[in-house]
């Protein structure tokens, strides 16, 4: 199928409805949908950036988010709409604050309760834990508890699973059918809408492998074709895809408006699985890049709207009542900000003032739910003397981006070096660590040094993984490092500890791009035996890193996090200077 992008979304210039005042012969349907939410339920000082329409080329940054604004401008749009069902594409979960990570992310699922979810899909991140957690956090019923461990099942009360479901055509089990339900169908008046999930296929490189042993992850547009043929044959004509892969739009470093419909630059993962994808689809949501975009693709909206639950996808769907079908033609789809408190007056006045009637009434009717609100409270509380306990001081932020290594991940590194480096603790020569693992910088509040909290620190590294020492040849450790930029020349690099440094040529050919590698100030020699350290989901091959699954004379340590908090028990903290030096 031939890839073409319309200059102006479907039926944009149509103000939506409630189908009450519909024709007669079709149902109005009214899709919210949002993607990996993370478990942001507090607003922090989350932002969004849209176009100034009062300004051509300039763009606003607008305070919005929290999960009690998110769950009032839900209720807000369904309350104007006959017909509605809310959807989220995966991530739901994982990678968290604390406020969520803390409480295994039953804070999380409640919060989505109290939203009205109607279905989700799995995304990479709900199988962060394993796929028998995934199931738990679904049904309910309390985890099971270790004395020691600072996170909590079950720690306001019993707690009862999802109110909705959770949907996946892709992932298998090796013995036979689907770990999760492949669609989920919702009757609005005499029609029908099915939806069907799916999640990237490259999720077993993406989580600890064997939290996922005996699921395969099929390829994303076959299961999704396979389920659309299945709800056909049931009579299901109008199909939505929540689809947890994603694109991205813009240039590199400067994405274009999420309702730019020109989509300029589309590219991605998620656009060959979309041209694969069975015409019959009548609206896809995507996730997982944490872009914002508004696109026509061979004729349907194929939409994402960031992450953290800073805005939503809203796309009204006109259903024939005789035959089933949506008439794409008025579909009108949007992505929409979630203003809070915070949201300037201006800014929200600005984009109020620019949008469709119906949307508009919807954002200044929108209040914060004080239900979610006081839900989120609880958590908060409950967390606080954790989350604001002081761990120790650090000497400026240290933030995770970079070209070669991160000033986060130089420090990170270098904390698990030092709980492993002792003969008795491993006798590691350096230490690796991921950059997918280190979920924020480390914020330096007011003037230097600067107090850490336990909370800060749980953000950053929210996923327990333990320490893994492991035996490689020189040989094999320039096989690792030449495993990194698979998606890229522009993707960031693992940071090293003390003991490695390294040139990286970025325009080099592949293979041939690690030079001047120094192990504790050596060069590497190929056929010597080093040490190295990396946590417990590179161990298994994570990230891609397959080279660390042949890994010898393992031994398990510490979790990620103590290690840092015995590192910044030895004082003010920096992260040293770069060990990698990064050249064309």
């Known amino acids: 199928m031939a890839l073409t992008l319309a200059l102006v979304a479907a039926g944009c210039a149509q103000t939506p409805q409630p189908s009450a005042t519909a024709a007669a012969d079709t149902v109005q349907v009214r899709v919210i949908g949002f993607n990996d939410l993370h478990g942001n339920l507090e607003s922090a000082n989350l932002t969004v950036q849209v176009a100034d329409p009062s300004q051509p080329g300039a763009a606003l940054r607008v305070a919005v988010g929290g999960a009690d604004a998110m769950a009032g401008l839900v209720r807000s749009l369904r309350q104007s709409a006959a017909h509605s069902l809310v959807v989220s594409s995966g991530d739901l979960i994982g990678a968290t604050p604390l406020v969520s990570a803390l409480f295994r992310h039953e804070s999380t699922i409640e919060a989505a309760n109290l939203m009205g979810v109607s279905v989700a899909t799995a995304g990479n991140h709900e199988f962060d834990a394993g796929s028998a957690e995934l199931l738990r956090i679904l049904k309910g019923g309390c985890a099971e508890q270790r004395s020691d461990d600072p996170v909590r099942s079950c720690a306001l009360g ?91 739009i813009g240039s590199p470093g400067k994405p274009a408006d999420w309702n730019d419909t020109s989509c300029p630059g589309l590219r991605g993962d998620a656009v060959d699985i979309i041209k694969r994808i069975t015409p019959a689809v009548d609206l896809i949501l995507t996730a997982h890049t944490h872009q914002g975009y508004n696109c026509l693709v061979d004729g349907r909206p194929v939409m994402q709207a960031v992450a953290y639950g800073r805005g ?37 006045e600005k984009i109020l003032a620019s949008e469709q009637p119906a949307y508009r009434q919807a954002l200044q009717a929108a209040r914060p739910d004080p239900e979610v609100a006081a839900l989120v409270q609880r958590y908060a509380q409950a967390a606080a003397p954790q989350a604001q306990r002081v761990v120790g001081r650090i000497a400026r932020t240290l933030d995770r981006r970079g070209m070669g290594d991160s000033p986060a991940g130089r420090l990170v590194a270098q904390a698990q070096w030092e709980a492993t480096r002792s003969p008795a603790q491993g006798g590691s020569h350096f230490a690796l660590m991921n950059p ?28 327990g993984n ?49 030079r001047d590698i120094r192990i504790q100030g050596q060069p590497l020699n190929d056929s010597a035996t080093y040490r190295v350290t990396v946590n417990s989901f590179m161990a298994e091959g994570g990230d891609g890193y397959t080279v660390l699954q042949r890994g010898r004379q393992r031994l398990g340590g510490a979790q990620d996090l103590d290690a840092m908090l015995a590192q910044l028990r030895q004082g003010v903290a920096d992260a040293g200077p770069a060990r990698i030096t990064v050249v064309d």
């Not at 939503?312 to 789809?333: C, E, F, M, P, Y």
């Not at 020492?469 to 320039?478: F, K, N, Q, W, Y």
């Not at 693992?494 to 791009?513: D, F, H, I, T």
């Open 158 to 248: 019993p707690y009862r699973g999802a109110s909705f479901p959770m949907v996946s055509a892709n992932v298998r089990r090796s013995s036979g059918g689907t770990l999760l339900p492949p669609y989920w169908v919702m009757q609005a008046g005499p029609v029908k809408v099915g939806v069907i999930g799916a999640v990237t296929k490259v999720t077993p490189q993406l989580v600890v492998p064997s939290g996922v042993e005996g699921l395969q992850f099929i390829d994303e547009a076959q299961a999704i074709n396979e389920a659309a043929r299945a709800l056909q044959a049931q009579g299901v004509q109008a199909l939505v895809v929540t689809l947890h892969e994603g694109a991205e």
């Open 312 to 348: 939503l996808s809203v796309a009204d769907l006109h259903i024939n009542t005789r035959t089933g079908d949506v008439d794409r033609a008025k579909t009108v789809a949007r992505n929409l900000p979630v203003f809070n408190a915070r949201t300037d007056a201006q800014h929200r």
């Open 436 to 463: 997918g693992g280190i979920r924020t910088d480390l914020v330096c509040r007011g003037t230097p040094p600067c107090e850490v909290t336990y909370g800060d620190l749980f953000s950053m590294q929210p996923f």
């Open 466 to 514: 333990s320490l893994v020492v492991m035996s490689l040849t020189g040989a094999e450790i320039r096989e690792l490092l030449e495993q990194q930029q698979r998606g890229g020349a522009d993707s960031p690099l693992m940071s090293p500890s003390e003991g490695l440094s390294y040139r990286w040529v970025r325009k080099a050919p592949a293979g041939q791009r690690a």
